[in-house]
């Protein structure tokens, strides 16, 4: 098999186990009601979701998923293993139906359909060249600066809203940093020539283990805050982008320019239109990946709601 097919197919079925993950953990989130916005309160509330089944199923495919995702990027590039990540989107829809037996409405397929479309364009038509396979350290400094800042700056803004704003934001948040883990990963594999003994030795494979704690962490925020469908488009989309921006500057893998901008402006026009969409949607629908008692409103959330409207 070409090294280019078994890169995508590697990376397909990472998106795959990677969103039946989400979902199953985000299944595991509507079982358990958060009980008030304090520090002490959402660590309880992490505490009983980790026993979960539907959490441990999600876990285990997600350390698949990470495996997948580095045999991708042992053969591959960043910018084309990521981006490829992006059919996680419908993926989601697909596995979500089944899990929370209520499948999402023409809008929000259509919705997704835009952003999946959007980015496929985008990334068809910058389409990202093979770089170098280690990066150079003063990039490193470089880049974990403004990543630590963007995360940062996200998440305090994220603080100032609820609800499905809180989710795409924390979504975003943990978008950079999994793509900053991603593109530690793939430094950790362009070093393995090294020999494995020598590369634990070497800083990568600790940062990787610590940003990937980082974004674990805000995913599972993200799912406390609000709906899939606010929190996964952010993930998915930023993980896309983000890693195509890191690819650029810390691996050389550079995109099409010129005539190409046409297709590429084409492909975020979509993207944006796919997002006002999906979040019409969930404004209208109230989420496909609610439970029973949160659509009718008779849950333990919509009494706390009601009563603070009061």
Do not use: C
């Not at 953990?25 to 079982?31: E, M, S, Y």
């Not at 026009?269 to 796919?274: D, Q, R, T």
């Amino acid at each position: 098999m070409p090294v280019s097919a078994l890169t995508i197919v590697l990376a397909l079925f990472a998106a795959l186990s990677n969103a039946s993950a989400s979902v199953l953990q985000r299944r595991a989130a509507t079982d358990e009601s958060a009980s008030g916005s304090g520090l002490r309160q959402a660590v309880r509330w992490l505490v009983r979701v980790l026993r979960r089944p539907h959490w441990l199923a999600g876990a285990g495919l997600l350390a698949l998923s990470t495996v997948l995702q580095a045999a991708a990027l042992a053969v591959g590039s960043l910018s084309l293993v990521q981006p490829l990540l992006a059919s996680e989107l419908l993926f989601t829809l697909a596995v979500g139906s089944v899990v929370f037996r209520r499948p999402p409405d023409r809008r929000t397929w259509l919705a997704f359909a835009a952003l999946a479309v959007g980015l496929s364009l985008f990334l068809g038509a910058a389409s990202p060249s093979e770089g170098r396979t280690t990066a150079e350290p003063h990039l490193w400094l470089l880049v974990g600066a403004v990543v630590l800042g963007v995360v940062a700056a996200v998440v305090a803004v994220s603080r100032l809203v609820r609800g499905a704003a809180r989710a795409a934001l924390l979504g975003l948040a943990s978008a950079v940093s999994f793509a900053a883990t991603a593109a530690l990963l793939k430094e950790v594999m362009g070093r393995l020539g090294q020999g494995v003994g020598a590369v634990l030795t070497q800083w990568p494979p600790y940062a990787t283990l610590v940003v990937g704690a980082l974004s674990f962490l805000l995913l599972q925020s993200a799912f406390r805050a609000g709906s899939l469908t606010a929190s996964q488009p952010a993930l998915t989309l930023g993980d896309a982008l983000t890693s195509v921006a890191l690819g650029w500057v810390l691996f050389q893998e550079y995109i099409g320019l010129g005539v190409r901008v046409v297709p590429e402006a084409i492909g975020v026009a979509l993207i944006g239109a796919g997002s006002v969409g999906l979040a019409r949607a969930t404004a209208t629908d109230g989420g496909w990946d609610t439970t029973p008692d949160e659509r009718d409103g008779s849950g333990p959330d919509a009494e706390r709601s009601a009563s603070q409207r009061s």
